[in-house]
């Protein structure tokens, strides 16, 4: 008689790990199949993206996504320099009510022909973080609105300089006569490449 309880007992004990390792199982399925499905829902997010898209965006594409007002500048209507085929525009925009204030924007998209410059200018320009005092200004490398930046100003000659890069693809280069470096992240503020059409 005491036998069989002590066969209930094994056999209670060994269907409560079964059912315990079932769920685990179940578990870890479900678990993998939602990492899957995580995975596949940023591929395809990254397949959308203007980073990986197929081929550089198009110079008219840029010159239509770069503002024509912003911050008290007017943009000039022609590009002040023309690079052929090339995935890389130039404007200037000049101060709405003081003509002397003015600056360049040069903006070149990496993909393509231009990888090896962009590489080039992001290692040249965007190096170690640093700030050194000038005679008649400054200098630095630093992180401003999460964006490391290569930044120069010397307001004695009223000139400024900004160049950065996005997703490590596009190029933003601006020189300015009579303006500060805060103009330049006031336009920054706005120009988001992942709102370029393709």
């Known amino acids: 008689m005491k036998t069989p309880s ?4 094994i056999l209670g004990i060994a269907l409560t790990g079964l059912l315990a390792c079932e769920a685990n199982e179940n578990s870890t399925h479900e678990s993998l199949k939602a990492s899957s499905e ?4 940023e591929s395809k997010a990254k397949e959308n993206s203007p980073s990986t898209n197929s081929g550089p965006v198009s110079k008219s594409n840029l010159l239509d996504w770069l503002p024509m007002n912003h911050a008290g500048f007017t943009r000039d209507q022609d590009p002040s320099a023309d ?3 090339l995935s890389r525009v130039q404007v200037r925009y ?5 003509p ?23 290692n040249a320009n965007l190096g170690e973080e640093y700030d050194e005092p000038l005679l008649d200004g400054y200098a630095k490398v630093y992180v401003n609105n999460g964006i490391k930046a290569f930044e120069r100003h010397t307001p004695a000659d009223g000139k400024a300089f900004l160049n950065y890069a996005v997703d490590q693809r596009f190029y933003f280069d601006f020189q300015g006569e009579q303006v ?19």
């Open 100 to 122: 002397q204030k003015q600056f360049t924007l040069e903006v070149l998209d990496g993909k393509g022909p231009l990888v090896v410059a962009l590489n080039g200018l992001i």
């Open 6 to 9: 002590y066969l209930h007992l």
């Open 180 to 198: 500060s470096p805060e103009v330049f992240w006031e336009f920054q503020k706005i120009l988001d490449p992942s709102s370029l059409s393709l």
């Open 83 to 85: 690079y052929g085929d």
């Open 94 to 98: 000049v101060h709405d009510e003081n």
């Open 38 to 41: 995580q995975a596949s829902s």
